[in-house]
């Protein structure tokens, strides 16, 4: 493969990859400027650390919940409210596609932590991808990224040795919404900020209503809604237990009990279980385009079938 190149027009080549993605489901997709991603991710975490010869990083995004999804309590949306792995998905047939039609080396990039630095580094940042690809900004509920017309998504990014025209970043940032603005201004708590379970997020905004500032207590957030820390401290206990019973206690209490089931079943659930600052956000929930009822509401008004 390597030695064989055939003609390839950028532009059409970029229109035909970012139309599979929409084709297989994305809602957006866009292609991150790569000198920009080596100047800001951090040495190790560079595109070109992972695929030395890397040309263009794309990446995609597609829908969050259901409409129906956010009214479940929260027991309930730890198992079924996640669709990251639609992503993934994507993103490892477009990886494919592109070496079948371009001949171009590429890779779907793993959204997984560096093995060598523990739990809360990634090997790359998706979500960086993302915001330099123009398909997301980041948000003032821990930074995590909402599109003005689909609100709240799941990145993938495929790595390419296929060289394509770079997109922008958004120009403007949705977050925060006018009625957010108008709480702060109010209780000095935006609704994410407010519902927090655990108080993981403060901030502040600007007199003309744009973020000024935003704080993120990952440890507060990871102590209760993410099971990889959990489970941990769960085997922790155990080994520590002084009694049979205690040891029995740590390991079969109901809560501890949905671990070891969704490892059973190989749940993409397994990660983040807390959607209550999302839950609350207006663009995440309210975005013209944000969930299926939405998006199909639209296609009527067009006319589409």
Not at 222 to 242: H, I, S
Request: net charge negative; glycine share 8%.
């Amino acid at each position: 493969m390597a030695n064989k190149k055939i003609d390839i027009d950028p532009g059409e080549a970029k229109e035909a990859i970012l139309g599979y993605c929409r084709k297989k489901g994305a809602l957006a997709a866009g292609v991150a400027d790569l000198e920009a991603l080596e100047r800001i991710a951090p040495a190790g975490h560079r595109p070109s650390d992972l695929m030395p010869r890397v040309k263009s990083v794309i990446s995609l995004g597609v829908g969050g919940q259901t409409q129906g999804a956010w009214t479940l309590p929260a027991k309930a949306m730890s198992f079924f409210g996640s669709t990251e792995g639609r992503a993934y998905t994507i993103a490892y047939g477009l990886a494919f596609m592109i070496e079948r039609q371009y001949l171009e080396r590429s890779v779907y990039c793993p959204p997984d932590i560096d093995p060598e630095l523990g739990s809360r580094v990634p090997l790359q940042s998706i979500k960086l991808h993302a915001e330099l690809a123009g398909i997301g900004a980041r948000s003032l509920a821990g930074d995590i990224l909402l599109h003005p017309e689909f609100g709240y998504m799941y990145f993938a990014s495929v790595f390419t040795e296929l060289e394509l025209e770079p997109d922008k970043p958004m120009e403007t940032n949705p977050c925060p919404a006018p009625s957010c603005t108008d709480m702060y201004k109010k209780i000095g708590q935006t609704p994410c900020m407010k519902f927090c379970p655990v108080q993981c997020l403060s901030g502040s905004i600007s007199e003309d209503g744009k973020q000024a500032d935003m704080k993120y207590d990952m440890a507060a957030c990871a102590e209760m809604t993410q099971q990889y820390e959990t489970l941990a401290t769960v085997l922790a206990g155990a080994m520590n237990a002084d009694t049979d019973e205690e040891r029995s206690a740590m390991l079969h209490r109901p809560e501890n009990k949905t671990l070891w089931y969704k490892m059973s079943v190989g749940s993409g659930g397994l990660l983040a279980q807390c959607f209550e600052c999302m839950r609350v956000c207006p663009i995440a929930t309210r975005a013209p385009l944000a969930d299926p009822i939405l998006r199909a509401e639209a296609a009527l008004e067009r006319g589409e079938d």
